[in-house]
């Protein structure tokens, strides 16, 4: 019985928090930058007349700005590398994109569930730090924990 209670509990699975982060980081940071980032970087210049302008800076600014989040900081955030800035400029981006390009919707055609839970992952990024598995702590930029 101890043996399944065990089991269940999954108490054979090392516990770390920092190998957790470095997991969460490289995951997000990588799907951020492949699935999002690189095609927006590689269109610029078939998407910046049409590129959604949710804060009124110009379409062509706004894809710069979210391509620094979504490439340059995605790639930070992977690294570890000003982890927490990197963290707070990718909670921005996705920020506007949930609040203002899909009006908060999490489901419908318009949906941005995506956005949210990329939201989520780097709002937790940003409170928890980029763990002892970052080069943030290897320069010393930042506490391990």
């Not at 054979?12 to 095609?39: C, E, I, K, Q, Y």
């Not at 570890?80 to 390009?101: D, E, K, P, S, Y």
């Not at 939201?119 to 010393?140: E, I, Q």
Request: with cysteine.
């Amino acid at each position: 019985m101890k043996t399944l209670l065990r089991l269940l509990q999954f108490d054979f699975v090392p516990r770390s928090g920092d190998f957790a982060l470095l997991l969460l980081r490289v995951w997000l940071g990588l799907t951020m930058l492949l699935n999002h980032g690189w095609a927006k970087a590689a269109g610029f210049s078939d998407k910046a007349d049409g590129f959604a302008d949710p804060l009124g800076v110009g379409t062509t600014a706004s894809l710069v700005l979210t391509i620094f989040g979504e490439v340059v900081c995605s790639i930070l955030l992977v690294l570890g590398l000003l982890g927490r800035f990197a963290a707070a400029v990718l909670i921005i981006t996705m920020g506007v994109a949930f609040c203002l390009v899909h009006r908060m919707a999490l489901s419908g055609e318009f949906s941005g569930e995506l956005a949210f839970i990329y939201l989520a992952g780097f709002v937790a990024l940003f409170l928890a730090g980029p763990g002892r598995y970052s080069l943030d702590t290897k320069l010393g930029l930042g506490k391990s924990k």
